[in-house]
């Protein structure tokens, strides 16, 4: 069982920055995927950047591309995610992932494809 501890979402105004962490503990042996996924009120959960093991090959949701950058530590149990830029459609409920994988160049989008999720972070944005 690995569990996942997100931190680092809070209020910001438009055009300022967060960084998310997300702390991964107990059986994290083996090469784990990562990825952050959000979920505003009222809509479903969103796809929004994605890592592999090595750290090499990342992914990103159009929405975020240019403004946020994930990332993993060298002991590959703990995963950032800087955000810059921020806009207000950018609220919602950010929730780290953790899928186990064999390749560690693969980088998984889906979150039905997760084995593991965090209890999410707040982040909200004002206008």
């Known amino acids: 069982q690995v569990h996942l501890v997100e931190s680092g979402g809070g209020l910001v105004q438009a055009g300022g920055s967060l960084r998310l962490s997300c702390a991964a503990s107990g059986r994290t042996f083996g090469s784990y995927a990562m990825g952050w996924f959000r979920q505003a009120p009222g809509k479903e959960r969103e796809f929004v950047a994605a890592i592999s093991w090595s750290g090499g090959n990342t992914d990103y949701a159009n929405s975020v591309k240019g403004r946020f950058t994930i990332s993993r530590d060298g002991a590959k149990n703990t995963v950032f995610l800087q955000m810059n830029s921020l806009k207000p459609e950018d609220t919602a409920v950010y929730y780290c992932?953790?899928?186990?994988?064999?390749?560690?160049?693969?980088?998984?989008?889906?979150?039905?494809?997760?084995?593991?999720w965090g209890q999410g972070t707040q982040v909200t944005v004002s206008s």
């Open positions: 992932a953790a899928d186990r994988v064999i390749s560690q160049t693969r980088v998984v989008v889906k979150a039905a494809d997760y084995d593991y």
